[in-house]
């Protein structure tokens, strides 16, 4: 099986806050008169798993490159114990409110049935005055909680931030959030989709009240991102996410051995790499990239400048 620089098509989720800004920002060619929330870009669940769209692979699932290049793709990272990838990458355009959210961490996904512990961090590329809710309240215990939900008075309960393109959020699991209107943003998480509505504004949805309240951590929350230093926004014991910033001309060397997700804030870039098989790859702004662990002396480079997230896995060694 051939490693070179893979991209994915994305897998477009409809969703009732959805909207069509992957349009504007990224020129995706999205299904007509569908609100599209989320665009899975790198994906290995059964709701859905991402497909190779260059190269000589083209075509094949992730699961199977995953579960045959083993350590060529993961380097030291171990996959899940499926044999699965062990991360979920997307783009959200939250036209309208999310419901309000928690997802479980390892000790109550352990309790619950077919629950997966969900862990994740938000990076804003477009802004239109959007905000999130983040965490609780100083002092709000799961009593007053459990009131506001009755109430339909929670939102009073939650922190509320204001935020523009840049700003990053780490949200461990059992923190309670939402992503607001106005928002586009890259999300990177476990590969978990379990989640637990404490509200959904009034719009019908399921609400799951007793499983919210057995996930939410009533503590305060930190809002330093743990590990976050220079270009390293965060550091966590299933992924690592820097910010990188090149200049015209510039290149950055990725890490030798690792498996990198590399997500394109804005500008194009080149991944190069020495072997025979697609030894440049071309990236836009909005497009993921996933470089093996095997590629040899890989590199970003821009001729015009470029940002981009640059996501890698743990080493379990």
């Known amino acids: 099986m051939e490693i070179y620089p893979y991209k994915f098509t994305p897998i477009y989720i409809e969703k009732i806050w959805g909207g069509r800004n992957l349009e504007r920002l990224f020129a995706r060619q999205l299904p007509s008169d569908t609100p599209i929330g989320e665009s899975w870009e790198l994906a290995d669940l059964d709701a859905g798993t991402s497909v190779v769209a260059n190269g000589p692979l083209s075509g094949r699932p992730l699961t199977d490159l995953t579960r045959q290049l083993g350590t060529e793709l993961l380097g030291r990272a171990k996959p899940l114990e499926n044999g699965r990838f062990p991360l979920l990458l997307k783009l959200l355009d939250a036209n309208d409110i999310l419901s309000l959210q928690v997802h479980p961490d390892a000790k109550a996904s352990d309790e619950i049935p077919e629950a997966a512990l969900k862990t994740e961090c938000w990076y804003v590329l477009d802004s239109r005055d959007g905000y999130i809710y983040k965490g609780l309240e100083s002092d709000v215990n799961p009593e007053q909680f459990r009131e506001g939900i009755e109430n339909d008075t929670v939102e009073k309960l939650v922190k509320r931030y204001d935020l523009e393109a840049g700003d990053f959020h780490y949200l461990p699991a ?8 106005g928002l586009v943003v890259a999300e990177v ?3 978990s989709d379990t989640t637990y509505r404490v509200t959904d504004w009034g719009r019908g949805r399921e609400i799951h009240i007793e499983r919210s309240m057995q996930c939410i951590h009533f503590a305060p929350t930190n809002d330093v991102s743990p590990g976050a230093n220079g270009d390293t ?7 690592t996410v820097a910010r990188r910033t090149l200049r015209p001309n510039d290149s950055y060397n990725t890490p030798n051995g690792q498996c990198v997700a590399i997500m394109m804030v804005s500008g194009a870039a080149e991944m190069h790499h020495a072997g025979p098989v697609e030894p440049i790859t071309t990236a836009d702004a909005g497009d993921t990239i996933v470089l093996p662990a095997a590629l040899t002396d890989a590199s970003v480079r821009s001729a015009t400048g470029c940002c981009f997230l640059e996501i890698t ?5």
Request: net charge negative; glycine share 8%; charged share 15%.
């Open 233 to 239: 926004l965060l550091v966590t014991e299933f992924f």
């Open 313 to 317: 896995l743990p080493d379990t060694e």
């Open 174 to 181: 059992g923190t309670v959030h939402a992503v607001g209107p």
């Open 189 to 191: 998480q476990t590969p």
